[in-house]
């Protein structure tokens, strides 16, 4: 039975993976972090399940921001793969805590590539890299030789991050790849992130619990595919038999308006007259246009985007429907 460890486990992709692990039959080691609440949303219907929990698979209480800890369960789990999706993940956040994000997302990569170093038997490992690496882009689309001008904190963090794995990689000979992500959501997106805001908007809407939906910058666009995909494609970056760096994207440049009119479209309604705008939600710089090219990803993985905006805005509104309040 091979052995993962996931740093992140209990967000969006690090619950996708682990139910993708747990189904290959891997021993999955997930880190959380202690909190007051052990309440884990995205885990909670598997480690209810005493066949899996502690068999199968295993939370363990660590945090990159403490090296002794780390290294302990590095030690002790002794992964063959190690997916890095660990961090603060919400670009607009990092304009606000610009530090911490540098500290977990940047620091926090580096300070695991240094225990891996030291470790008698490195596990392949394979970090969740951003679009937000190239900012503002002067190609379209981008692939993984565009020049990388991160606009924001967060993509900041998340250059120096993507740039130690391919230093470590060329340097120490690690089996480390960067999967390059454009934005992927799912009914387990973070309510923050504009899709989820607006998935559950529209189905408060429906509902008749709102009148409207307030949001910032609409001129927006971006390349979003579904989460489900790209943990996959991450797992097969780390089964390819020479590691490297990939982007994964679905080559679709979509406005935020698009997505507005395909998630209302699931309730047969328009979109204008349920929106508003509040500079509260614009940020001090940002990212406009971004579209990934995942040609190296199709040519080299095999791996390619399914489900269309269409689908995607689908999939989200009808969850949000059926479940008020998760
Ligand atoms: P990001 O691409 O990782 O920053 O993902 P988000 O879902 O947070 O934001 C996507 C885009 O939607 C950004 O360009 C935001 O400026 C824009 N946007 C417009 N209104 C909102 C809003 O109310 N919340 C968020 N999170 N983003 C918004």
Same mark, same amino acid.
């Given at each position: 039975?091979?052995?993962?460890l ?17 189904e290959?039959?891997?021993q ?11 309440k ?28 002794t ?27 606000e805590i ?23 038997q ?5 970090q969740a ?11 379209f ?7 990388? +001008? *991160?606009?924001t %904190? $967060?993509?900041?963090?998340k ?7 391919? @230093?470590? /990689? ?5 089996f480390?790849?960067?999967?390059i ?27 008749g ?6 949001l ?18 991450m797992?097969?970056m ?17 406005s935020?308006?698009d ?9 047969? +309604? *328009?979109?204008? %007259? $349920? ?8 940020r001090?710089?940002? @990212?406009? /246009? ?6 190296k ?23 949000d ?6």
């Open positions: 039975m091979p052995t993962a996931i740093t992140g486990i209990t967000g969006q992709d690090g619950s996708y993976l682990t139910e993708l692990l747990l290959k039959g891997y999955v080691h997930g880190l959380v972090r202690r909190q007051s609440s052990t884990r949303l995205r885990l909670d219907h598997l480690y209810v399940n005493h066949d899996i929990y502690e068999q199968q698979l295993f939370l363990h209480y660590a945090d990159l921001n403490d090296p800890t780390m290294r302990r369960v590095l030690t002790a789990v002794q992964p063959d793969e190690l997916y890095h999706l660990a961090g603060q993940s919400h670009v607009g956040a990092s304009f610009p530090e911490s994000t540098c500290q977990t997302t940047a620091m926090g990569t580096l300070r695991l590539l240094e225990m891996i170093r030291d470790l008698p490195r596990p392949r490992i394979v890299s951003s679009s937000e690496i190239f900012g503002s882009p002067t190609a689309p981008q692939n993984e030789q565009t020049t990388q +001008r *991160p606009v %904190p $967060y993509g900041v963090a250059t120096f991050a993507t740039n130690m794995v391919r @230093v470590y /990689r060329e340097s120490f000979d690690f480390a790849c960067n999967a992500c454009y934005n992927h959501e799912s009914p387990r997106r973070g309510e923050s992130f504009v899709t989820r805001k607006i998935s559950r908007g529209v189905a408060a809407i429906a509902r619990e709102q009148t409207h939906l307030t910032g910058n609409l001129d927006i666009y971006r390349d979003w595919g579904y989460a489900p995909e790209y943990v996959q494609g797992w097969q780390l089964q390819h038999d020479r590691p490297d760096d990939y982007v994964l994207a679905t080559g679709q440049s979509c935020l308006k997505f507005l009119k395909a998630a209302f479209e699931v309730i047969d +309604r *328009p979109y204008e %007259p $349920y929106i508003k705008t509040d500079p509260r939600f614009v001090p710089a940002e @990212v406009h /246009r971004l579209v990934g090219d995942s040609s990803a199709e040519a080299t993985l095999g791996w390619k985007s399914q489900t269309s905006l269409q689908q995607l805005a689908r999939i989200m509104v009808e969850h429907l059926q479940h008020p309040s998760v």
